[in-house]
């Protein structure tokens, strides 16, 4: 089974400062997706970022990017120029790509995410 | 192009009860995923269905269920209700097929369980 760990349950950044949060997991697969999700306080999950595991380049996204370490098993996500709006709850999330003859199977096992507040 | 939806958003039931949450994916998708919410214990998932067949299950109880219409549109219901089934349940769409895997959520239904 996968397991995905956040060690910071919350963080604190001023506006317009860089942030880093940290995500760890544990698999045994070797071709596997990972997911920063954003949650705003209105609740509406939104997805941040996506990295695929065969993939050495690390995935950017505007001001935010990863720092993908597979070996240490280690997805890390940056926020840099922090905004208001990125004031939310942030998940990191692991997928097992799995293939059968109807598509690929889905199913996110999220670590129990990072509340970061940004502040003015 | 629609988001996700989800009704009814909020649901107040007493122990002993059964639900049924809708989810209405984004048009076109054709996977539907589930998941519960709760402060304890995190996001888990419950079920994914495709092409009407539920392809993965997580670790709940028997009492958690689910289905896909052949509009993809999907349906979780609950009986039984315990207090601790109490939660923001968030369903989530895909297309399902090859790499577009990015899952799209929808707003939840917030489950009070009295």
């Known amino acids: 089974a996968q397991t995905v760990t956040q060690s910071q349950p919350e963080m604190s950044v001023q506006e317009a400062e860089t942030v880093t949060l940290s995500c760890t997991y544990d698999t045994s697969e070797s071709n596997y997706y990972l997911f920063w999700y954003k949650q705003p306080p209105s609740r509406q999950m939104i997805l941040v970022i996506r990295q695929e595991a065969y993939k050495q380049q690390n995935a950017t996204e505007n001001r935010f990017s990863v720092n993908f370490q597979k070996a240490a098993k280690s997805f890390s996500l940056k926020i840099s120029d922090s905004q208001l709006g990125d004031t939310a709850m942030y998940f990191c999330a692991f997928m097992k790509h799995v293939r059968d003859s109807g598509g690929s199977n889905y199913k996110l096992t999220f670590g129990k995410g990072t509340l970061l507040t940004v502040n003015p | 192009k629609a988001g996700v939806t989800q009704t009814p958003r909020y649901l107040i039931k007493t122990r002993g009860q059964q639900v049924t949450l809708s989810c209405s994916p984004i048009?076109?998708?054709?996977?539907v995923s589930w998941y519960q919410q709760t402060p304890g214990q995190g996001l888990q998932f419950l079920f994914e269905y495709f092409s009407e067949t539920q392809r993965n299950k997580g670790n709940f109880p028997g009492r958690f269920s689910g289905r896909q219409f052949s509009n993809s549109r999907s349906e979780m219901n609950v009986s039984t209700l315990e207090l601790g089934d109490s939660a923001l349940y968030l369903c989530?769409?895909?297309?399902?097929?090859?790499?577009?895997?990015?899952?799209?959520f929808g707003p939840g239904t917030r489950l009070t369980v009295l």
């Open positions: 048009s076109g998708h054709r996977s």
């Open positions: 989530a769409s895909s297309l399902g097929t090859g790499r577009g895997n990015e899952q799209f």
